[in-house]
């Protein structure tokens, strides 16, 4: 069988038998010699095995991963060698199957074990890479603000400034993203957001010779980010079951801790010998290879698994038809619904609560131990990695512990408010006890324990959007972490200027968190609920009452502008001179 042939099969792989460019290590065998298999006779035999094996008809039927196992298994088992192994090389084109590329990546970074994966883990382990890369590319900025700070001569008060800039972005996309999101599905819009928060990244350095342009920078970088948490929202709540999604929720986001743990390890070492603008390009450069290699697993998903492709693509496999996951174009999303709704509020506000903790802690961590401790860059960004490290402990305790509260039988939504009252009053006390203490490690002890504990998080806050409405998951989310956006915005800034105005770290950095933690618990604790909602009431508001003649006004004046930009043609003639002349007429009775 010619070469021809084999690709008249409907795009088996197009097997190039050349010298060993990989190294294949067989189980209970030595390595072999590598020899290339030249003669006519051995390549025939190989394609006569092949043919033999797979028929068209069964070739469809079969998986990448078999036809890659079968292919290697063949050429070890045929007489291509005489019972000798010749190395063979693994570069195959599956047609509908992985690219070479990405065959070769998965292979090399996870062996067997990538192929072995169901696509729902494969899922969630590459949205927390995402996740890796957002707060990688969010605390760069908190360690390389230090020598930008000696370089331009900012204050902290400017400082704050700078690195809250990249939460007016972040705050913008938050609703509209959730939108879209719920529309075009999260595993079409995070490799994009991804990919402009990179490119602005990478942009920093050189935007950042002026203060508009720095701003401007940041904020883009927001504006990608924003749609991250929305993005793995709404993909668990398509392909994930709620007894397993505060194991997912857990590891996506544990990503950010993740993310800050490297950030602030890589960070330090780059700016110190190569320089402050370094940090942005390589990071950036990250951001873009993943989006790159993301689009490589979701061909493979879509070829193993279509129906989880297919959830992923807005729609969810039920007995009959396909059904639409989110609003179509002739079903509108509640908005008001979800802002009188009670459950949505308090997720609201615990939202806003928890991310003025995470917020500025990220952005005046390195800050706090630099100058409390009298530490160098270098130094004070080593000791910051510790609470990253507790974090990613905590989370993943928090999400096996509520997942196993409800298999066991523990309502959902007490499982939800335990694991945030937990995730606030747990930091509170530990905030409280560094504000008091003078003893250094003790101090640095109970930060870590703090930012730990505030992991829980993920099993309480971070859950309860998919709770309330699977359907509406990523809208939600969106619109309470706009609510979650402020802190970065307002809380940056306002300790900054705290700092300034006191000179006190606890007073700038501690006091508010501890507010917001246990005004937080109270009100989770009151009104979060884990049954679905329906927002059903969807009627105006009482101020849109008020509001309704302005809303007539603005209608006519857009009606005028359109009318006066198509050519005003349904504008009689006749009637302006008609008026054209009334006018004129009482002009003359007024001047006689």
């Known amino acids: 069988m010619s070469q021809t042939g084999l690709h008249a099969l409907g795009g088996l792989p197009s097997c190039r038998i050349l010298a060993g460019q990989r190294r294949h290590h067989r189980r209970g065998h030595a390595a072999r010699p590598r020899r290339l298999i030249t003669t006519a006779a051995k390549r025939g035999q190989f394609e006569k095995d092949w043919e033999n094996e797979f028929s068209p008809g069964h070739r469809l039927a079969k998986r990448s991963e078999l036809e890659f196992e079968h292919l290697h298994n063949s050429a070890s088992s045929s007489s291509l060698d005489s019972g000798s192994y010749d190395g063979v090389e693994d570069d195959y084109q599956f ?27 494969k899922l969630v382990f590459a949205t927390s890479m995402a996740f ?16 930008m700070a000696e370089d331009f001569g900012w204050s ?16 913008l996309t938050q609703i509209p993203g959730g939108y879209i999101i719920a529309k075009k599905g999260g595993r079409k819009i995070l490799p994009l957001g991804v990919g402009l928060w990179s490119l602005a990244t990478a942009a920093v350095p050189v935007m950042a010779s002026t203060m508009p342009g720095l701003f401007l920078s940041r904020a883009a970088v927001g504006l990608g980010e924003g749609v991250a948490p929305s993005s793995a929202t709404d993909m668990v709540a398509r ?44 990071f950036g450069l990250l951001g873009l290879g993943w989006a790159v290699w993301f689009e490589q697993v979701q061909s493979g998903i879509a070829i193993k698994e279509p129906e989880v492709a297919a959830k992923l693509q807005g729609y969810q496999q039920h007995s009959g038809p396909a059904v639409k996951l989110t609003a179509s174009g002739e079903q509108t999303v509640p908005w008001r619904g979800f802002l009188r709704n009670r459950p949505v509020q308090a997720l609201a506000y ?40 507790a974090a990613i402990v905590a989370s993943s305790i928090a999400g096996t512990a509520g997942d196993a509260l409800i298999s066991k039988g523990m309502p959902v939504v007490q499982v939800r408010k335990l694991a945030q009252c937990t995730a606030f009053l747990g930091p509170a006390l530990c905030l409280a006890g560094a504000s008091l203490t003078d003893d250094s490690t003790l101090k640095v002890a109970l930060i870590t324990a703090g930012l730990g504990l505030a992991s829980f998080s993920l099993a309480g806050l971070y859950c309860n959007h998919a709770d309330l409405s699977p359907r509406y998951a990523p809208v939600l989310l969106g619109l309470t972490n706009t609510s979650g956006a402020i802190p970065g ?77 198509s050519g005003m043609p349904h504008i009689d003639g006749e009637r302006v001179n008609k008026f054209v002349n009334k006018v004129k007429g009482l002009l003359k009775q007024k001047q006689s």
């Open 95 to 121: 047609n509908g199957s992985q690219s070479p590329a990405n065959q070769n990546i998965l292979h090399k970074l996870f062996g067997r074990h990538w192929d072995d994966l169901p696509a729902k883990y």
């Open 489 to 565: 915005i307002i809380g940056v800034t306002i300790t900054g200027a705290i700092l300034d105005k006191t000179g006190s770290w606890p007073l700038a950095l501690f006091v508010p968190s501890i507010v917001f933690f246990v005004t937080g618990s109270v009100v989770f604790a009151t009104f979060a609920s884990s049954d679905q909602q329906s927002f059903e009431n969807d009627a105006p508001f009482a101020v849109e009452k008020y509001a309704q003649p302005l809303y007539k006004q603005l209608g006519n004046a857009k009606r005028l502008v359109g009318s006066a930009a």
């Open 239 to 282: 392909v994930i079951s709620q007894d397993e999604r505060s194991r997912a929720m857990s590891f996506i986001f544990g990503g950010l801790h993740v993310g800050s743990l490297l950030g602030l390890f890589v960070a330090p070492p780059l700016i110190e010998r190569f320089g402050w603008p370094t940090v942005f390009y390589a």
């Open 132 to 147: 890796v890369l957002c707060n990688m590319d969010k605390v760069n900025i908190s360690v390389a603000i230090i020598p």
């Open 350 to 389: 615990t939202h806003f609560c928890n991310n003025w903790f995470h917020y500025t802690m990220m952005a005046w961590l390195p800050s706090y131990f630099a100058d409390t401790l009298s530490l160098n860059l270098t130094q004070a960004a080593q000791l910051s990695l510790l609470p990253p490290v």
């Open 156 to 171: 902290s008060t400017v400082s704050g400034l700078v690195q809250s800039s990249f939460f007016f972005g972040y705050m």
